[in-house]
């Protein structure tokens, strides 16, 4: 056997017609192509190009070679394409926000797991619209309002958003008002995208305003804003989805008992032009079920 290590130099030459072309589509020089096929052309005793006037042409050795190989080497491509295919049959890829993936995906995605076992979930993060996630997926999870794409909108779910607060911030355990919030400490995050609640928005509900208010702290990630709120720093506005866990826990109470209901807070997403596999079907059945409860 020739060195394989040139066979897909020459290969690439031969189609392309050009020592060139073939180094920029391998990404190696020029230099390192026309090496390996000299090699080549030695190993076998024949000439395999014609180099004239800084261009190359196959020889009839080199065209019948070239036919071979090319080939060969697209039965090994056809041939791992199938064999990756087989890999994700029972594969569904889950794109999730961060702050979700982590506060309420995780804590039951085994139960997913306990129904469907013989499929396997890869979780990938981002903290970015799903229309910016340039690699594939099957499913994705995100705020409302955030930018899409042309991916299909499956389903969307309600939350509710309320403050939050450490129980020691608060120690004399009495409920506040709206209009007592701001004399407090808030926590605010604040996101590119217009998705996420504001203070100024949540109080204006109840008819309240945030301009008098005593400076608070700005956070550029909700889960770092979450976890100063369970440090004891102030108070922070919560996503029911994703602070429940930890009001279940103990590390975050709610100081107050008003809130705002979201009917169409969170949207699921299947990619655009993506497959209607079971393993697919049933991840997103599972994820409206969970959702709705």
Same mark, same amino acid.
């Given at each position: ?115 469907? /076992?013989?499929? !396997? &979930?890869?979780? =990938?993060? @981002?903290?970015?619209?799903? $229309? ?7 499913? %994705? ?15 969307? /779910?309600?939350? !509710? &958003?309320?403050? =939050?607060? @450490?129980?020691?911030?608060? $120690? ?7 209009? %007592? ?18 203070? !100024? ?9 945030? $301009? ?38 103990? $590390? ?42």
């Amino acid at each position: 056997m020739p060195a394989l290590t040139s066979l897909l130099p020459f290969e690439a030459a031969a189609r392309l017609e050009s020592f060139s072309r073939a180094a920029d589509e391998l990404h190696i020089t020029q230099a390192a192509v026309s090496r390996q096929i000299r090699g080549l052309e030695e190993d076998l005793g024949v000439k395999l190009f014609v180099r004239r006037n800084r261009a190359v042409f196959l020889t009839e050795e080199g065209r019948q070679l070239g036919s071979v190989v090319s080939e060969a080497l697209g039965n090994i491509s056809d041939r791992a394409v199938t064999l990756r295919e087989s890999r994700r049959k029972n594969r569904v890829v889950l794109l999730c926000q961060l702050c979700e993936a982590f506060y309420w995906l995780m804590p039951r995605l085994s139960t997913f797991q306990d129904q469907q /076992a013989g499929i !396997e &979930v890869q979780v =990938v993060t @981002s903290t970015r619209p799903i $229309a910016e996630f340039n690699d594939r997926f099957d499913v %994705a999870l995100q705020s409302t309002g955030r930018a899409s794409g042309l991916h299909a909108l499956a389903f969307t /779910a309600a939350d !509710e &958003v309320f403050p =939050v607060c @450490s129980p020691s911030y608060l $120690a004399t355990g009495t409920l506040l008002g709206p209009e %007592a919030l701001c004399l407090h400490h808030l926590l605010h995050y604040r996101s590119t995208s217009p998705d996420f609640m504001v203070w !100024e928005e949540w109080l204006q509900v109840f008819g309240k305003s945030i $301009a008098n208010h005593v400076p608070g702290t700005v956070f550029d990630s909700y889960p770092l804003m979450l976890q100063a709120a369970v440090a004891g720093h102030g108070i922070a506005l919560g996503w029911r989805r994703t602070a429940g866990k930890l009001i279940e826990e103990g $590390a975050l109470v709610r100081p107050c008992a008003e809130y705002v209901p979201l009917p169409h807070a969170i949207s699921v997403y299947k990619e655009n032009g993506g497959d209607e596999r079971i393993e697919v079907q049933a991840l997103l059945a599972w994820l409206q079920e969970q959702l709705s409860t």
